[in-house]
T-cell receptor
């Protein structure tokens, strides 16, 4: 069965520290997509990144970077020089193909990040 | 313009009542979803429609009934509300094809409180 595991329930760091959020997935699909979303205290779900399973290049966007390793089925997310505004719940997600030709999105249980001033 | 909008944002109602949540997307996507987020923040899919056709119906009580009048709208009607239905309900849409799978675009959520 498709599954996303975010083993870290909650992480606390002091501002300016680097922090890595782990994501491990299981899938039977040969082509799939992985995602990260941020849910700040205001409650909306903010899309951060999408990664195709054929694209194993790491990506950097400002203070954010993502490390995709197909060999270990991991898609980890690193925030460099964390800021208080990074405090949120972060979700890793996986697309699961359906026989109808569509997809559904399976979410991990989320990691709550607290950045302390 | 808001891509995925759902109303209302907050809904407080008594047990036993019937209520609806509306969702509209202006992205031209073919697929829409309803997700439920419980108090522990766990996001679980409830329903999915593709071009107005029901694709996914997870193990959800039949008190919950989705309706898609057209591919831009997916409403959720809940009968005989129970305390355990209290949660945040998210509507989402995406564009899916053999060659492309976009991310899911989420509405701002509807916080349902049953008292």
């Amino acid at each position: 069965a498709q599954k996303v595991t975010q083993a870290q329930t909650e992480i606390s760091v002091v501002e300016k520290e680097d922090v890595t959020l782990d994501c491990v997935y299981e899938t039977r699909d040969t082509t799939y997509y992985l995602f990260w979303y941020k849910q700040p205290p205001s409650g909306e779900l903010v899309f951060l990144i999408r990664r195709n399973s054929f694209d194993e290049q790491n990506e950097i966007s400002g203070r954010y970077s993502w490390n995709f390793q197909k060999s270990t089925s991991s898609f980890n997310f690193t925030i460099t020089a964390s800021q208080v505004v990074d405090s949120a719940v972060y979700f890793c997600a996986l697309s699961e193909s359906l026989t109808s030709g569509t997809y559904k999105y399976i979410f991990g249980t989320g990691t709550r990040l607290k950045v302390l001033a | 313009d808001t891509a995925v909008s759902q109303t209302p944002k907050y809904l407080v109602t008594q047990m036993g009542n019937d209520k609806s949540i509306k969702c509209e997307q202006n992205l031209g996507h073919d697929t829409m979803y309803w997700y439920k987020q419980d108090s522990k923040k766990f996001l679980k899919i409830m329903f999915s429609y593709n071009n107005k056709e029901l694709i996914i119906n997870e193990t959800v009580p039949n008190r919950f009934s989705p309706k898609s009048p057209d591919k831009a709208h997916l409403n959720l009607h809940i009968n005989s509300l129970e305390l355990g239905d209290s949660a945040v309900y998210f509507c989402a849409s995406s564009q899916v094809s053999r060659l492309l799978n976009t991310e899911a675009f989420f509405g701002q959520g509807t916080r349902l409180t049953v008292v």
